[in-house]
């Protein structure tokens, strides 16, 4: 479906080795919203094929961003979780897209924004809110990144064509060099999955497999320590 | 107590005020729909300049030619639009790679390394001559991929009362989807004209639009856009 049928006329970033204290891992709204609510409404509306691919592709995607969270940690590269939500509690002050598309947007306390078990935040983490599908529109994220020196990112989450594509492209243009996980990422259907990776490849990220990011991971000078 | 509220009163001076009244009548008559045209400059849409040069270089014969004859229908139905929204007296805002120094120090490394950025002043930097600025229109020089990357856009745009923007430029799946995408996050109601956008290849320029129109906003033709009403009101 989606050939490499043109030149690599674009390289947006050489591969080279992660440094920790300049590192960051971003997961991206892998909550309880995003995991059942979502897919209910899916399934709800009669597209049980859609919904049960989608159920799969995130179980799948879990033990991974659980196994890179837990490298990440052992290596002292900052895992950040990022989630989707209202402050008010109701929506209202959420990005005009998420309104517009009745997208849920609860309180922070409530189960939506309750981060999987598998890939919840350790104690001490920075767990951040953001009211858009981009982190940098929604979010302090880019204020915070500079200030613990981040300028490399590794990105996994839900959606690949919509939060995590937006985030990615906010990342590249504040600056940061960016690796995205392939496979610590899911969408609806698998065609939307591959096309923003595509999409992300050729402009504005580096994508690699787990296996190869861990890899990276694995390779890192350990100069926090 | 009363002594020093007459200390108070008297540091603005009547006759000041009268001179500084404030006119919010001025601000309410401004329409609030504007076209955008992004990054229809020699770079990316003169054969003979920067992207053309590299294609050629890399021996993509075939997709050079389609993409710079995708480019000169975008550019055409750009130029409609442009000439529509002038008529009607209608905002315009251009945006163009054009970054501050000659050897680029000022772009971030990724655009830099994809060699997507040009001078200011250069050839490259340069409009199409079909949908160039003319006098009063704003012309907003960048170097990210998204027109809000750049903090001033937003706020500009604020400050002209704008709120609908009619998005059209190249390429899809580069600088107009990161614009529509942040345009819609940040309160603007985008709206992207899809045969007015050209991307370098085809499943990416219509993978890019049906991700904004399923998410973040319309996606209409130049037609459809030309066939509503163009007034102060949306389309």
């Known amino acids: 479906m989606i050939t490499e049928d043109l030149p690599r006329i674009f390289e947006p970033q050489p591969i080279h080795p992660l440094v920790a204290r300049r590192s960051a891992m971003l997961t991206i709204d892998v909550q309880r919203g995003q995991v059942f609510s979502l897919a209910n409404k899916v399934r709800d509306a009669g597209l049980h094929d859609i919904a049960t691919a989608y159920d799969s592709a995130v179980q799948a995607i879990l033990p991974r961003i659980r196994m890179l969270q837990d490298r990440c940690r052992a290596r002292h590269i900052e895992v950040i979780h990022l989630r989707f939500g209202s402050f008010s509690g109701t929506g209202s002050d959420c990005s005009q897209p998420f309104r517009l598309s009745g997208h849920e947007a609860a309180a922070w306390d409530r189960s939506d924004q309750i981060i999987d078990a598998v890939v919840a935040p350790h104690p001490g983490e920075i767990v951040m809110n953001k009211v858009s599908s981009g982190a940098f529109n929604g979010s302090d994220l880019d204020a915070v990144l500079r200030r613990l020196g981040v300028d490399t990112l590794i990105v996994a989450g839900l959606v690949t064509a919509s939060c995590v594509e937006s985030t990615i492209r906010g990342a590249a243009d504040c600056g940061y060099n960016v690796f995205v996980v392939s496979d610590a990422c899911a969408d609806w259907t698998d065609q939307q999955h591959e096309l923003s990776l595509a999409i992300l490849r050729r402009w504005f990220a580096t994508v690699l497999d787990a296996e190869r990011i861990l890899r990276l991971i694995a390779g890192v000078e350990n100069d926090r320590a | ?235």
């Open chain 2, 1 to 235: 107590l009363r002594e020093w509220k007459t200390i108070v009163r008297e540091l603005v001076r009547p006759e000041l005020r009268t001179i500084w009244t404030r006119k919010e009548s001025a601000l309410s008559a401004l329409p609030n729909q504007a076209l955008l045209l992004i990054d229809f400059q020699q770079l990316l849409g003169d054969s003979s300049v920067g992207l053309g040069e590299r294609l050629r270089a890399l021996g993509a014969q075939e997709l050079a030619q389609r993409y710079y004859s995708d480019a000169a229908d975008a550019t055409r139905n750009a130029e409609r639009l442009l000439r529509r929204f002038r008529s009607a007296g209608l905002p315009v805002v251009h945006t163009h790679l054009a970054c501050a120094t000659v050897d680029g120090r000022d772009v971030g490394a990724l655009q830099r390394r994809l060699e997507v950025w040009a001078a200011n002043g250069s050839p490259a930097a340069d409009f199409l001559s079909a949908v160039r600025p003319v006098s009063g229109e704003i012309v907003i020089p960048r170097t990210t991929f998204s027109l809000f990357a750049t903090g001033v856009a937003a706020q500009l745009l604020r400050n002209c009362g704008i709120t609908k923007l009619v998005i059209t430029g190249i390429g899809t799946e580069w600088s107009v989807a990161s614009t529509a995408r942040d345009a819609a996050e940040l309160g603007f109601e985008p709206l992207v004209v899809e045969d007015a956008c050209v991307g370098l290849e085809p499943t990416h320029h219509r993978a890019s639009l049906d991700f904004l129109e399923l998410w973040y906003c319309r996606v209409r033709s130049t037609q459809a856009v030309l066939s509503a009403a163009i007034t102060a009101s949306p389309v």
